[in-house]
């Protein structure tokens, strides 16, 4: 009780002056020494510019004896590193075994995925500065791009006015099937099937079955894996996985 009286004196004013600077340094311990008293004390104390004097010094003592003090350095551990690197590299592993290694346990719509998500290369045989105004150009620099909404109607509008080469007939599937839009995809690559030349057969032949699995014509999707299988050739390891999940 003697302290609270004591503390209420020097709020007030009333404690002599004569003791106030000890008074300070004792509240000072009060003060730090009970959270509760703090808590209770520290709006209105906050408030004495002897007590806001005093806090000032006691933070630059603080700030003093930190700069000058010599840090202290944690030996450094390497097995947690270890650890998190060997847990990485795991599932790195694991996943890699899983996704892109084995391939076999992939079901058919994951593999026709896989194979649609890098597009065929441009490599029709065009020479010379791009002129704009040339449709047939035009129409594989989008492609090549993969703006295939711009290169469809150029090709669309050959192939419709049948000025449209072997090459630009498979594009234009090609493009078609990477829209998505597989049911217009599959007849120009039936198209390209029943032409006598040899040109992008076997292009046509695997695109297409991945054409028919995807417009629900599993057996027809066979039979040209099946003849691909036997070629051994072109994608012929890639026929055989994907047949497999028919199976």
């Known amino acids: 009780?003697?302290?609270?009286?004591?503390?209420?004196?020097?709020?007030?004013?009333?404690?002599?002056?004569?003791?106030?600077?000890?008074?300070?340094?004792?509240?000072?311990?009060?003060?730090?020494?009970?959270?509760?008293?703090?808590a209770k004390w520290e709006k209105v104390l906050h408030q004495n510019p002897e007590w806001q004097a005093f806090l000032k010094e006691q933070q630059n003592d603080k700030a003093a004896s930190t700069a000058t003090a010599p840090k202290k350095r944690r030996p450094r551990r390497l097995w947690p590193w270890l650890a998190v690197a060997a847990s990485f590299l795991l599932a790195l592993w694991v996943g890699n075994y899983l996704w892109l290694g084995n391939t076999d346990a992939l079901t058919t719509d994951q593999l026709v995925a896989q194979e649609l998500a890098s597009p065929h290369r441009y490599e029709a045989n065009r020479s010379g500065d791009l002129d704009p105004t040339d449709a047939r150009q035009l129409a594989?620099?989008?492609?090549?791009?993969?703006?295939?909404t711009a290169a469809i109607p150029l090709w669309l509008d050959l192939y419709q006015?049948?000025?449209?080469?072997?090459?630009e007939i498979f594009y234009?599937?090609?493009?078609?099937?990477?829209?998505?839009?597989?049911?217009l995809a599959v007849p120009l690559?039936?198209?390209?099937?029943?032409?006598?030349?040899?040109?992008?057969?076997?292009?046509?032949?695997?695109?297409?079955?991945?054409?028919?699995?995807?417009v629900q014509r599993p057996s027809a999707a066979q039979a040209l894996l099946e003849t691909m299988i036997q070629a051994k050739g072109w994608k012929s390891t890639e026929a055989q996985k994907l047949l497999d999940t028919l199976n």
Do not use: C, H
Not at 172 to 183: G, I, K, T, W
């Open 1 to 38: 009780m003697k302290s609270v009286n004591r503390i209420n004196e020097y709020i007030k004013g009333e404690l002599p002056e004569e003791e106030l600077d000890g008074r300070t340094r004792e509240l000072a311990k009060e003060y730090f020494a009970d959270e509760d008293r703090k």
């Open 140 to 148: 594989g620099a989008y492609y090549q791009s993969g703006n295939y």
């Open 161 to 167: 006015n049948q000025s449209a080469d072997t090459e």
């Open 172 to 183: 234009l599937a090609m493009a078609y099937l990477y829209q998505e839009e597989f049911n």
């Open 189 to 214: 690559f039936e198209e390209i099937l029943g032409q006598e030349s040899r040109l992008l057969q076997r292009e046509a032949t695997w695109y297409l079955a991945l054409s028919y699995l995807q």
